[in-house]
């Protein structure tokens, strides 16, 4: 029973493993963006921020937060 909860086929064939999903809180982007806030990749160059996560650090996924009445002096 515990073989088949976990998906094991028993039959001794290797399985692909699942797709990985690497995400980042991007709440905060537009909070800094709005407050001058620059980002540089790791050459020193300037680029977007969605830009660099995605292509730099294989980013896939992303989490979006929505304030009400947000203080956007925390950064």
């Known amino acids: 029973m515990l073989a088949?909860?976990?998906g094991f086929s028993g039959n001794g064939a290797a399985e692909a493993a699942p797709a990985f999903a690497k995400?980042?809180?991007?709440?905060?982007?537009?909070?800094?963006?709005?407050?001058?806030y620059k980002w540089k990749d790791k050459t020193g160059?300037?680029?977007?921020?969605?830009?660099?996560?995605?292509?730099?650090?294989?980013?896939n996924?992303?989490?979006i937060r929505v304030w009400v009445n947000p203080n956007m002096n925390d950064y």
């Open 4 to 6: 088949l909860t976990f």
């Open 23 to 36: 995400g980042a809180d991007i709440s905060w982007v537009p909070g800094m963006e709005a407050q001058g």
């Open 45 to 59: 160059v300037q680029r977007d921020i969605l830009d660099i996560l995605k292509n730099d650090y294989q980013i």
């Open 61 to 63: 996924s992303a989490r």
